[in-house]
């Protein structure tokens, strides 16, 4: 099982910071319920038969979330004495 | 292509062995291939990540050409093509039309998770290098 990020890792200029993202998973898994709580009522009001792809999504997309794990993505400026700007999802 | 296989099929071609002759002879001969590059293969260790470099990208604003290093888990690609699976076909659609007027002409609803394993398979020794118009330097390859 892969959990969401825990923390993203931003360096620049030399200095490091780590952004503790796991703070976060309590409002994310609210979030997630109140939505596929909402989704859930109104697919069966509006369109049942769109409920399993509903869900799918929704389990997919919980998938995609976690899949960041391991970004990282380092810009350059042109500017020789500018430091890069780094960003790790960890 | 080896010569075998070549003249296998100039003979198929011109017509003198039939079709399921030449399947017989192309299944002998595949037989007959020493299994070498097999375990290389298997052995392999499979990417991780996928990595796209820019450099030296130039523009009014930024003479002196920047730098941009991108790293993408495969994992994260093989949800993003999992959940591009999900689509309705309404969606797929206005997808397909606005990689089009970018000049890609893909069909994201064909696009399923088996293909991306292919993919994966075949960048494991591919480099692509393109050098653009902006004096960039693009480069994308697997690790």
């Known amino acids: 099982m892969i959990w969401p990020p825990s923390f993203v890792h931003v360096e620049r200029d030399g200095l490091g910071l780590w952004l503790p993202v796991f703070l976060l998973w309590p409002l994310l898994l609210l979030g997630l319920l109140l939505a596929v709580l909402a989704a859930g009522v109104a697919l069966l009001v509006l369109q049942p038969r769109s409920l399993p792809l509903a869900l799918d999504v929704g389990s997919e997309l919980l998938r995609l979330l976690c899949s960041t794990r391991g970004t990282r993505v380092e810009v350059a400026p042109a500017d020789d004495f500018a430091r890069p700007i780094v960003v790790t999802v960890h | ?143």
């Open chain 2, 1 to 143: 292509m080896n010569e075998e296989r070549r003249r296998i099929l100039d003979m198929l071609a011109a017509g003198k062995i039939g079709a399921a002759e030449a399947e017989q002879l192309l299944s002998a001969l595949e037989s007959k291939v020493p299994p070498a590059t097999a375990p290389a293969a298997a052995g392999a260790k499979a990417p991780r990540y996928l990595r796209v470099l820019v450099e030296g990208y130039q523009d009014g604003a930024h003479p002196g050409g920047g730098k941009v290093n991108v790293r993408v888990p495969m994992e994260l690609l093989r949800a993003g093509v999992k959940l591009a699976a999900l689509l309705p076909a309404g969606v797929s659609d206005q997808i397909n039309a606005a990689l089009h007027q970018k000049g890609i002409d893909v069909d994201v609803s064909k696009i399923k998770p088996g293909n991306l394993e292919d993919i994966v398979e075949q960048l494991r020794d591919l480099t692509v290098d393109v050098d653009g118009p902006a004096g960039e330097h693009v480069r994308v390859f697997c690790e």
